[in-house]
C-alpha cells in the first residue's frame, strides 16, 4: 500500500520538469500566477495545438514609433492621470495635515503641559498614557483608511493606466 502512493508521489513531475512530449525543449508553464491568455500563450490554435504568440506588428517608419519618454509623458498629461493624483491629493494631503497636527499637540502637551498629561485617569493610567497609545491607533486607522481608500477610488483606474502604458510601450527599445 505504501509503495504504491510512494510510485504515484514519484510519477508526479513539478512544473518546471513537464514537457509537452514531442520536444524536450518546449516546457509547460503550469504556475498559477502567470497570465497566460494576457500574454498570447498557452491559447489553442483551430487544430487544438498550442498557438505561437503573435508577432509584433512592425513599425513602418522609425520616426512614427515614439520613445518610452514621451509615452509616458503623454500618460502623465491625460485626464486618467490627472484624476488618479488628485484624488491620491485629496485623501493624503488632509490626512498628513490631521496627523502631523495630532502628534505636534501630543508633543507639546508633553513639554509644556506636564501637570495635565500627568493627570490620573484609571488607577496607574494617567493623559499621556492614553495620548501615547492614541497615536498608534490613528496610525492603524489612518493606515486603515488610506488603503480602504486606494483600493475603492485609486487602484481600478491606476491599473487601468498600467495596462494602456504596457500596451503602447510594447515593442518600444527592441
Do not use: C
Amino acid at each position: 500500500m505504501l509503495g504504491h502512493a510512494t510510485k504515484r508521489v514519484a510519477d508526479k513531475e513539478s512544473s518546471v520538469e513537464k514537457h509537452d512530449g514531442r520536444r524536450t525543449g518546449q516546457i509547460r508553464f503550469d504556475d498559477p500566477w502567470y497570465d497566460a491568455l494576457a500574454s498570447g500563450w498557452g491559447e489553442l490554435d483551430s487544430t487544438g495545438a498550442p498557438a505561437s504568440a503573435p508577432a509584433p506588428p512592425a513599425p513602418r517608419a522609425a520616426e512614427q514609433r515614439p520613445d518610452a519618454a514621451s509615452i509616458y509623458l503623454e500618460v502623465q498629461a491625460s485626464a486618467a492621470f490627472q484624476e488618479v493624483r488628485s484624488r491620491y491629493r485629496r485623501f493624503v494631503i488632509p490626512a498628513v495635515i490631521a496627523f502631523f497636527t495630532w502628534y505636534v499637540a501630543y508633543i507639546l502637551a508633553a513639554t509644556m503641559a506636564p501637570g495635565l498629561m500627568a493627570q490620573p485617569v484609571a488607577g496607574a493610567v494617567n493623559v499621556a498614557m492614553i495620548a501615547g497609545l492614541g497615536q498608534f491607533l490613528t496610525t492603524f486607522l489612518l493606515t486603515f483608511a488610506y488603503a480602504r481608500h486606494a483600493r475603492l477610488r485609486r487602484d481600478r483606474a491606476a491599473l487601468d493606466l498600467r495596462w494602456d502604458t504596457q500596451e503602447l510601450t510594447r515593442g518600444v527599445g527592441r
